[in-house]
């Protein structure tokens, strides 16, 4: 298993990985079958991320930028603050700074989506507002 890291979590991939004894005309065919995969889910991705985002600019990215940093924010001066009463943490005060984390992480991994998104050719990349014809 191949593994990434994203944000602060481990992203595992699960792809085949064929076996290295097998023989070289199996291994030739195997890798054709998976390149035939690889394009086939790529342009369903395209086809249905295209349909419904469209395409994104430098502007949505930097609106996730600064949504993902003040969530950062938000989740780190509540921890500061909570840590200046030198108690544990009562199940409210967990369930918000968990839930602070939480905003954080997701705003963070669909930035990396977006991105991978963009990388793949799955979504169409403006520098700014697209011309309008």
């Given at each position: 298993m191949s593994k990434s890291v994203t944000?602060?979590?481990r992203r595992v991939s699960d792809h085949f990985e064929p076996d290295l004894v097998q023989d070289p005309?199996?291994?030739?065919?195997l890798?054709?079958?998976?390149?035939?995969?690889d394009y086939t889910v790529s342009a369903a991705n395209q086809a249905v991320i295209q349909k419904e985002i469209h395409h994104v600019s430098v502007d949505d990215?930097?609106?996730l930028a600064l949504t993902a940093a003040r969530a950062?924010?938000?989740?780190?001066?509540?921890?500061?603050?909570?840590a200046k009463a030198h108690k544990p943490l009562d199940p409210?005060?967990?369930?918000?700074?968990?839930?602070?984390?939480?905003?954080?992480?997701?705003?963070?991994?669909?930035?990396?989506?977006?991105?991978?998104?963009?990388?793949?050719?799955?979504?169409?990349?403006?520098?700014?507002?697209?011309?309008?014809?």
């Amino acid at each position: 298993m191949s593994k990434s890291v994203t944000s602060s979590f481990r992203r595992v991939s699960d792809h085949f990985e064929p076996d290295l004894v097998q023989d070289p005309a199996e291994q030739r065919k195997l890798r054709g079958h998976l390149e035939q995969i690889d394009y086939t889910v790529s342009a369903a991705n395209q086809a249905v991320i295209q349909k419904e985002i469209h395409h994104v600019s430098v502007d949505d990215f930097r609106n996730l930028a600064l949504t993902a940093a003040r969530a950062r924010t938000a989740w780190v001066s509540t921890a500061v603050e909570l840590a200046k009463a030198h108690k544990p943490l009562d199940p409210a005060e967990l369930a918000r700074l968990s839930h602070l984390r939480g905003v954080y992480d997701e705003l963070s991994e669909a930035y990396e989506a977006m991105r991978r998104m963009v990388e793949r050719g799955y979504l169409t990349y403006h520098k700014g507002l697209p011309d309008k014809a």
